[in-house]
């Protein structure tokens, strides 16, 4: 009798359940100042079973990396798709910058300041980013690095309180400025920072390597602490995080059209799908949430689910 079977590979699978799952949870982690990557990790961990298998960074030959990667791109598309005229004034800002040689204009100003501020997590992105995800990609340490960036969040808040950041939602504009549509006033308080300030804040995204330290959470604290509200650090945090989030994933996603990607296409659209409904929805509610509330919720959370989630690994 012929015994010989073709054997599938010995390596993860993925499931169309689990790829909507972790689509939506990337969807909105990763705008939320609770970090993606951090859930991306701890989540299946906690669930166990088939999710805690098919779903692990770290493992030898596990798809899950590529899904992510997929996944960050839909992301990508859901905050360029809602900021999509901000996005063309700032680009057109930048085309006559460089036409005219000069920077005057606050679409100017802004393009500059995005382009130059994203500079160090790129040279960081490309030195780090695989040694970070693979090496602490790990449950316990994305555990401890989550109750880490709840304590970032709240020393945020506390050092807003103390006078380190202005709270200008609700202000007045300027006169002059009556005419102007709130997200060009808010462009305006942005530009109005230096580039040196600028770096500061995009150079702030280098924490969110690590798995459990949110990309928004630390931007958005960076800005609360040169003296942004946090309605306009949110939308800094968030313009920010497109072209990194987005060139990231294009310099991977092409490993998914090779050997890399087979028997999970699908299942990376599907969940790319439901990132980008997830992302785009995320990114609505926060730009409204962050013009009257503040990061306190989110810091108690994360150091409530960090610390909980360490107990439950180390201890269970």
């Given at each position: 009798m012929n015994q010989s079977v073709e054997r599938r590979p010995e390596m993860a699978t993925l499931t169309y359940t689990e790829a909507v799952g972790v689509g939506l949870l990337q969807g909105v982690t990763e705008l939320f100042p609770v970090s993606s990557l951090g859930h991306s990790v701890l989540l299946p961990a906690l669930l166990g079973g088939h999710w805690a298998r098919?779903?692990?960074i770290s493992a030898?030959?596990?798809?899950?990396?590529?899904?992510?990667?997929?996944?960050?791109?839909a992301t990508a598309?859901?905050?360029?798709v809602y900021f999509r005229r901000d996005w063309g004034r700032v680009i057109s800002g930048l085309f006559s910058s460089i036409r005219r040689r000069r920077i005057e204009t606050v679409d100017q100003k802004l393009a500059w300041l995005l382009i130059i501020a994203t500079i160090p997590v790129g040279v960081a992105?490309?030195?780090l980013d695989n040694l970070f995800r693979t090496t602490l990609g790990k449950p316990i340490p994305a555990a401890a690095f989550l109750a880490l960036n709840g304590i970032v969040l709240y020393v945020a808040e506390r050092l807003r309180r103390g006078g380190t950041g202005r709270r200008r939602a609700g202000h007045s504009p300027a006169p002059g400025e009556e005419h102007l549509h709130p997200d060009e006033l808010s462009d305006r308080r942005i530009a109005a920072l230096s580039f040196r300030q600028g770096t500061m804040i995009g150079a702030a995204q280098i924490l969110a390597l690590l798995p459990g330290i949110s990309r928004s959470g630390v931007t958005i604290s960076a800005g609360i602490f040169r003296g942004l509200s946090h309605e306009d650090s949110a939308r800094f945090a968030f313009m920010l995080a497109t072209p990194v989030i987005a060139a990231a994933a294009l310099l991977k996603v092409p490993?998914?059209?090779?050997?890399?990607g087979d028997g999970i296409r699908g299942q990376v659209l599907a969940g790319g799908v439901a990132a980008f409904v997830a992302g785009y929805i995320a990114v609505r509610f926060l730009t409204r949430y962050f013009e009257t509330r503040t990061l306190t919720p989110f810091a108690i959370y994360c150091t409530l689910a960090g610390l909980g989630s360490l107990a439950y690994l180390t201890l269970g």
């Open positions: 098919d779903l692990n030898e030959n596990s798809p899950y990396l590529n899904v992510l990667i997929g996944l960050h791109l598309l859901a905050l360029i992105g490309l030195a490993s998914l059209l090779g050997h890399a």
